[in-house]
């Protein structure tokens, strides 16, 4: 473990191509425009296990919404600002599968030039299995170069043994850690989002959803705040006893006993307890969302942000649903299908997540 600047604490290298460590007090990367960098091989992470995907998929009503068709090849560019990379942050400790504790760790984009700048947390998916925080590189350094603190934080997931109240309280804890660390890093603590995609877009609606319950906030820095002002949901499944709705009836070995996301969703021997299901949470103090979701997601239906997003507004609160059509699950590359995830990283698609958070400021 090593220290950089002012008391950073940093474990492992900072890493990125022409990024400068905090300790050279240099900027980094010059501005001219490149491709966004791709997620790199996450080190010592297992690869994505298979995952089922729908034969047919039941349509879903739009009518709320905002249909988007992305231009495939209008992909974002990178390399306009500068940036800094302090990457292996760790940001709190919790107990091992095995007896003791083991550390989480985040990894953070930041323009290099000095200043206050808005937080944003990202929470990467892995259908509850993995949670490797290099992924996403692309999108990150985007928004991070848009004027945007981004860490993406690593949360337990069900090969850990955890169930979805850790995971929220990982999330929370970095937002906690961050805080208490805002003068180290430039960030205007005010102002903190939460941005997720598939698991992560769950954690991220669980997070945004249980501002001020202090039965999701656990571990260090007790003395912050883990409260966020707005919520990017992409793809993330909100009622979660139903993930498999919408889908052929094959599809309800997602959900069945033993999968993935039922020993996520499970609480005190009960599996899929009303506390897990999002809409349960959905409340006149909701935080902004922002929804999106593919029309042919043959992974978790169309139909779990509609419901998400239908809940905030008769709540009262506010909620901006985009539907990309024909869209599928993000970024696909696991499964052998690089191209799924172009429309998610287009300037069409981009440029709606940057206007919000900037909304936010």
Not at 45 to 50: A, G, H, K, R
Request: glycine residues 10%.
């Amino acid at each position: 473990m090593k220290r950089y600047g002012k008391g950073l604490i940093v474990a492992g290298a900072l890493l990125g191509t022409g990024v400068a460590s905090c300790a050279d007090g240099k900027d980094s990367a010059s501005a001219t425009e490149i491709a966004c960098p791709p997620t790199p091989p996450p080190p010592g992470m297992p690869s994505m296990p298979p995952i089922p995907m729908a034969t047919s998929i039941k349509p879903s009503d739009t009518s709320s919404s905002t249909m988007i068709k992305p231009d495939p090849a209008d992909q974002i560019k990178c390399g306009r600002t500068e940036i800094r990379n302090f990457d292996n942050v760790i940001f709190t400790e919790v107990p091992a599968p095995g007896g003791g504790n083991r550390p989480l760790a985040l990894d953070m984009i930041k323009p290099a030039k000095s200043g206050r700048y808005p937080l944003v947390i990202y929470i990467t998916g892995g259908g509850f299995v993995i949670a490797p925080k290099e992924n996403g590189l692309n999108l990150r350094r985007f928004v991070a170069e848009q004027g945007f603190v981004v860490a993406s934080v690593q949360y337990r997931t069900a090969m850990d043994g955890a169930n979805y109240r850790d995971g929220i309280a990982d999330v929370k804890a970095a937002i906690r850690y961050l805080r208490a660390h805002a003068d180290d890093y430039g960030i205007d603590p005010a102002h903190v989002s939460v941005w997720g995609e598939s698991a992560g877009g769950y954690l991220a609606a669980m997070v945004g959803l249980t501002n001020g319950q202090k039965d999701f906030d656990q571990g260090s820095n007790a003395d912050q705040s883990s409260a966020v002002e707005a919520v990017i949901d992409k793809f993330g499944t909100s009622d979660t006893s139903g993930v498999a709705e919408d889908f052929n009836p094959e599809m309800a070995m997602f959900a069945a006993p033993g999968s993935p996301i039922a020993r996520y969703m499970t609480e005190g021997g009960q599996t899929f307890p009303p506390a897990s299901n999002a809409l349960t949470h959905v409340g006149a103090d909701s935080p902004r969302f922002l929804i999106f979701h593919g029309s042919q997601d043959r992974i978790v239906s169309p139909s779990q942000t509609l419901k998400l997003h239908e809940a905030l507004r008769a709540a009262g609160r506010q909620s901006t649903r985009y539907v990309l059509d024909g869209a599928g699950h993000g970024d696909l590359a696991f499964a052998g299908d690089p191209a799924a995830g172009l429309p998610w990283s287009t300037n069409e698609a981009m440029d709606i997540i940057v206007r919000f958070l900037r909304e936010s400021k």
